[in-house]
């Protein structure tokens, strides 16, 4: 309401240099009006819902209206105000759980006779960003405030340590998973009313648990519960754990209820391969707009340039690696697509690291909706996308990573010892005696030892 009026005000500047009289006051009796209105409807705020990540908060008030707002932090205590223009609440907001999350109260207080004013109390200092959010399917108006956590650094301990130790000693080839959606954005949902979001988040740790078993390998989770994370976010977490892989797991929905199947995703170089992808990719893509955009994305636009050079190379991995994850889908149920597709998906746009995203099943299809809540196919889901990535990183493992290393040949030379060759490959003197055949730990010069992958 506020940028109409101002609008309005620019215009009679703009005009009143040029235009006499009449111009002017038409347009200044249309400003009062404007003002008028404003103060005849108050906007009000019908809930307030919550999510709480590990490393912010997110807020989300409907509204009845756009209104206009500030969001600002106060010090000692910690708390965070937002003031709503013309705003009213309807009902003290009930069912919200801050115990995971940085706020500890909501308070709400009226001001200057049709003001809103809230209070978030605050468990630790954050950094406050607020945005309106238009309509669209699900919600009306939205008012979104998110909580950064200040104190969070988003470089996890697991990448640290991996950054630290890497002084020539092999590493684990990381991959990165990645659910779709979460919080306030639930993705796609079946005809049961199963939510994309959730069911994808269980399959990714049953992933999660197979990767971490898998020799050579560390698995790193992108989202670990119930809230929203921008595709940017998401591709800067696997950057910043440096992930060699990145998998993202979804579940279609389509028109077409009788539609089912898997399907396997990379980014296309130019457009879509079919328009079923394209379509696919709008809607996958439009999460973000849930999301809301960041200023904070603005200066990639010359990094997007350079780094397309390297894009080329990175899809020609991804779509090795989709093909094997997608023959791996196709053993244990129907395929969608007998072929990797290629769209526009946004968070399959790392230049540097190969990415997939795979679309487990049709949650809007009765049948594969049943499936997709059940537990044991989850499991095999999961089972088949290891499979494939295990089989394309026997035949492509980064250099330096342990899956490199294994079954390498190691020629011993003067002075090497068991437990020093063993500390080089980080493997344990057990494997190395065991993958040899060795019954103790005596070498000698010239012998050749193999290196297992552990
Ligand atoms: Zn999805």
């Not at 111009?23 to 400003?31: A, I, K, M």
């Not at 976010?233 to 060699?244: H, P, S, V």
């Not at 969608?336 to 998906?345: C, I, L, N, P």
Request: charged fraction near 25%; include cysteine; proline fraction near 4%.
């Amino acid at each position: 309401m506020c940028s109409d009026v101002r609008k309005i005000e620019s215009t009679t500047m703009l005009f009143s240099g040029c235009k006499p009289g009449w111009t002017v006051f038409t347009l200044f009796l249309l400003s009062m009006a404007v003002m008028l209105s404003a103060g005849a409807q108050a906007a009000t705020v019908d809930d307030v819902r919550m999510w709480a990540g590990p490393e912010s908060t997110r807020l989300v008030f409907d509204i009845s209206d756009p209104v206009e707002h500030s969001v600002f932090m106060l010090r000692s205590p910690n708390r965070v105000v937002i003031d709503l223009k013309n705003a009213r609440l309807r009902q003290a907001p009930r069912g919200l759980d801050f115990s995971k999350s940085v706020v500890s109260k909501l308070r709400s207080a009226r001001r200057n006779h049709n003001d809103l004013r809230m209070v978030l109390d605050l468990k630790s200092k954050v950094r406050p960003k607020s945005f309106l959010l238009k309509p669209t399917k699900q919600y009306g108006h939205r008012l979104v405030i998110d909580l950064s956590d200040t104190r969070v650094k988003s470089v996890p301990r697991v990448a640290r340590d991996s950054i630290n130790s890497s002084k020539g000693a092999p590493r684990d080839v990381i991959i990165a998973i990645d659910a779709g959606h979460g919080g306030d954005d639930p993705g796609a949902s079946g005809p049961r009313g199963t939510r994309e979001k959730h069911v994808v988040l269980a399959i990714a740790r049953q992933l999660e648990r197979l990767i971490k078993k898998e020799p050579g390998m560390r698995p790193v989770m992108i989202r670990t519960g119930d809230y929203y994370l921008g595709l940017r976010k998401r591709m800067q977490k696997a950057r910043e754990m440096r992930a060699d892989l990145f998998i993202s797991i979804h579940a279609d929905a389509f028109r077409n209820e009788r539609a089912s199947g898997s399907s396997v995703y990379v980014l296309s170089q130019n457009g879509a391969t079919s328009e079923a992808a394209q379509w696919l990719a709008k809607s996958e893509n439009n999460a973000d707009l849930i999301g809301g955009v960041s200023l904070d994305d603005k200066d990639d636009l010359l990094r997007s340039v350079l780094l397309d050079l390297s894009q080329n190379a990175t899809i020609a991995a991804s779509l090795d690696v989709g093909s094997s994850v997608l023959r791996e889908l196709g053993g244990i149920g129907k395929l969608h697509k007998k072929r990797v597709e290629q769209a526009g998906f946004a968070v399959l746009k790392s230049p540097d690291i190969p990415s997939i995203l795979v679309e487990t099943g049709y949650i809007s299809n009765k049948r594969e909706e049943r499936k997709l809540r059940d537990k044991a196919y989850q499991r095999k889901l999961a089972v088949a996308i290891r499979n494939g990535v295990r089989r394309y990183f026997a035949q492509n493992a980064p250099p330096g990573t342990r899956l490199a290393m294994g079954g390498q040949k190691h020629v011993i030379r003067r002075g090497e010892t068991l437990s020093g060759i063993a500390q080089r490959y980080r493997v344990t003197q057990v494997a190395l005696r065991n993958v040899n055949s060795l019954s103790n730990n005596r070498l000698k010069i010239g012998q050749v030892l193999r290196i297992p992958v552990l």
